[in-house]
């Protein structure tokens, strides 16, 4: 597909007649002053035509059809000076150009979350939402500032709990999710108890969260896509950062490295030392928890024109939890490198190539009611996916590409009990799989008129161990109805091959497993109307309006020891829909600035072989979901920040009765706890404030700051989950509760 694109643009070029000899090209690159840091998103225009664009994800942009001559190119960025650079278009050709920002400290610590485009109102971003790190100083939680904080922060992104490995957004499940850092896939993209992701805040550049209706370059996911950018490192100078906390501490180190830079971070919580000196209920003790993680990176020039850069990323969980009757750990861990490279052919074509592996690896083990019991599950992909852009004119940007993936699974549970004549009886069960997908992809942005902005796109897909070949449609347009009010709207199908099932009592043990000939590929179809406006200066109001049918969804099958040879002797196969509304008001500037988020949503499943086969709400439905985020500057040195969330409790299976029996020969007796209806009963409300004080200064003439968190700050321990203790003469209901009040205080030197 991207070949095909460049023969296009070749003929292209060869039918048409030359080019207007009073018109040419402006393109080049947006950095930072100081750092010589590509800018995502940066605004460029040409002063006194309607002309612009903006930077793409390595800080590229091109303006075709410029008239010739002395032009004045006009580049804006949140947080930096607007910069205006005198430019001579030349007859026929291009300029290249290379605009350093310096930063605007008198900007403060403004908060934009929501990326609004000011100088283009034919901008499609439907259900968009970008995060400028360097505005993430205040969302910060036991002193890390945090991305799934922020992302967390907002309408229609729930966790099923505080401790979960995966994001809900929209009614989908954290297998829908597309997280890419660097062009690689991410499986796990959080760390345990939620409030930490696995994504080191120093590390990042660039947060792109697309929450329905996302384009065609963007597949195999039914839901939302996040996509990361970690930072290419400071080209200028070495500089270094330092954070200690009472949680957790990290360091960073970054600076120039022959032709380009590199960067390395790493991060190391305590939790587990801290939790071990708190005093704890025995009858609610608090769950063992421990992580870390690493970031690399190395970028290399060859020229003006191609960039290569080498990114590397690992992580580490383990949540050990012990009370009685019940016993179990859980281990963790990502690990993915990616080597990409940039190439511009011409001043109006830009070529991206991502070679990539990635692993994500869990274990899960303990014992409850006399057995003992271990499940094992891993995914390995290997990914080749090349990208070319064509910005065919003013009005006009082509995109298309290839991407094919080679996936390994593994997937195995082992089971054992004791009986009375010291035999033990074990059970095991094991699967494997090789599988591959080839994939292309082309979309066009055609702004028709001033007001109004179409976007089409075809993906196409090819899974072979079903030998499944599927055509994915996407629509989206956008228009401007007035000055400050924008209606946009977009329809799509979205096909996904990869399944993740978590255990119900556990929402944080993920199995990931491929679809089959016994398994069909899932698929939504979404439709999404949305409106923008800004009523008055400073303040902007998003409504979002959405629905999304899914078809051939999973649930994993418990209690089901048989022999496992196909993948849908581990999954349930079936149905659901999902609806709802957003709005999200927020505040950009002056000392206080925030954001309120409200959404309804309705999320319905329904199972042949699952809840006597009628419809159900699955476990993260959580009707309700309000959030509140308020920051406040009182001066350079002092900043105030608080968070508030309340939720509409978790779905869970209750219990009818209890069947008790014994097996000759065996140490005990064994009880069965007959479920009601599937999650069909709700945990209580959850809620939570959390509330932090930054303090900025100097220490031996270095940037020095210091954090006050206090998590969780009226104590309420919302329930992790509901277990039916069986081992005692009458079976009792046992609340699992997460953490209490957690006050914090960290430190960071920057050098």
């Known amino acids: 597909m991207a070949l095909s694109i460049v023969a296009a643009h070749a003929a292209t070029k060869a039918v048409e007649p030359p080019a207007d000899s009073d018109r040419g090209t402006v393109s080049g690159f947006v950095e930072d002053a100081v750092s010589k840091e590509p800018l995502i998103g940066a605004t460029i225009s040409i002063k006194g035509i309607k002309a612009g664009a903006y930077s793409n994800k390595s800080g590229y942009f091109s303006i075709s059809n410029v008239p010739v001559g002395l032009q004045f190119v006009v580049v804006s960025y949140v ?52 995060i400028p790190i360097e505005q993430l100083s205040q969302l910060r939680i036991g002193g890390e500032a945090d991305i799934f904080r922020a ?61 329905g209706g996302f384009p065609a370059e963007y597949g195999g996911r039914m839901s939302a896509v996040l996509n990361i950018t970690q930072k290419d490192g400071n080209r200028d100078h070495v500089e270094g950062l330092v954070g200690l ?50 970031n690399a990176k190395i970028t290399q020039n060859f020229g003006e024109d191609d960039k290569v850069s080498l990114s590397g990323f690992l992580t580490r969980d383990q949540l050990g939890f012990s009370q009685p009757g019940l016993d179990f750990g859980v281990r963790i861990g990502n690990r993915a490198s ?15 190539v991502t070679l990539s592996a990635s692993r994500y690896d869990n274990g899960f083990d303990g014992r409850n009611a006399g057995i003992s019991f271990e499940v094992l599950n891993n995914i390995t992909d290997y990914t080749l996916k090349a990208e070319l852009e064509w910005f065919a004119a003013d009005n006009l940007t082509v995109k298309g590409g290839y991407e094919g993936t080679l996936f390994n699974f593994n997937y195995a549970q082992f089971f054992e009990q004791s009986a009375q004549n010291n035999t033990v009886i074990r059970d095991t069960t094991a699967l494997t799989i090789w599988d591959n997908t080839q994939s292309t992809f082309a979309q066009i942005n055609w702004n028709v008129t001033e007001s109004l902005s179409l976007q089409g796109g075809l993906r196409a897909s090819y899974w072979t161990s079903s030998k499944d070949f599927l055509i994915d449609p996407r629509l989206a347009a956008r228009m401007q109805v007035s000055e400050n009010v924008a209606v946009k709207a977009a329809w799509g199908i979205y096909h996904q091959y990869l399944r993740l099932a978590s255990a119900p009592d556990f929402s944080f043990f993920d199995t990931w497993l491929p679809s089959d000939n016994s398994v069909p590929p899932g698929r939504a179809d979404h439709y999404v109307l949305s409106m923008e406006t800004r009523p008055y200066e400073g303040y902007d109001v998003n409504v979002d309006v959405y629905y999304k049918n ?58 042949d072989s699952v809840n006597l086969g009628r419809w159900f709400r699955p476990k993260f439905d959580r009707r309700h979901d309000l959030k509140i985020t308020a920051l406040y500057q009182l001066s350079d040195r002092w900043e105030f920040g608080a968070s508030f969330m309340f939720q ?75 277990n039916f203790l069986t081992t005692e003469g009458i079976p009792t209901v046992r609340d699992v509760r997460l953490l209490p009040i957690l006050p914090t205080i960290s430190a960071e030197l920057r050098f």
Do not use: C
């Open 550 to 607: 899914l078809a051939n969804i999973n649930e994993l099958q418990q209690g089901n020891r048989g022999r496992q040879v196909q993948v849908s002797d581990v999954f349930y196969v079936g149905r659901g829909y999902t609806y709802g509304a957003e709005l999200f008001i927020q505040k950009r500037t002056g000392r206080l600035t925030g954001w309120i988020g409200y959404a309804l949503g309705y999320v319905y499943s329904q199972f």
């Open 245 to 294: 906390g009472l949680i957790s501490s990290r360091a960073s180190l970054q600076g120039p490295l022959g032709n380009g830079s590199f960067f390395l971070g790493g991060r190391r919580t305590y939790l587990d030392l801290i939790l071990g000196i708190v005093p704890e209920d025995p009858e609610s003790p608090f769950p063992t928890f421990n992580f870390y993680d690493l």
């Open 79 to 130: 947080g930096y000076k607007k910069k205006e650079v005198a430019v001579d278009v030349p007859r026929g050709g291009g300029a290249k150009l290379r605009v350093a920002l310096v930063s605007d400290t008198s900007r403060g610590r403004e908060l934009t979350v929501t990326a609004n485009r000011d100088e283009d109102k034919r901008e499609i971003s439907i259900s968009r939402v970008n």
């Open 648 to 722: 509409s409790g978790q779905s869970y299976t209750g219990a009818t009765s209890t069947l008790a029996g014994r097996m000759p020969g065996w140490e005990g007796g064994v009880v069965m706890v007959n479920p009601s209806q599937r999650w069909g009963l709700r945990l209580p409300n959850s809620h939570q404030l959390n509330v932090n004080i930054n303090y900025n200064t100097t220490l031996y003439g270095l940037p020095f700051r210091l954090f006050l968190d206090v998590y969780n700050v009226y104590s309420r321990r919302d329930i992790w989950f509901r």
């Open 151 to 211: 992302l967390q922060m907002l309408p229609g992104v729930l966790t099923s709990s505080q401790i979960s490995s995966g994001l809900f957004i929209r009614g989908g499940s954290p297998d829908q999710n597309l997280v890419l850092l660097d062009g690689m896939t991410v499986y796990n993209p959080t760390h345990l108890f939620g409030f930490i992701s696995a994504f080191n805040n120093d590390a990042i550049k660039d947060v792109d969260l697309i929450k």
């Open 338 to 352: 990616s080597l990409r490279w940039t190439h511009i052919y011409d001043p109006t074509v830009f070529s991206v």
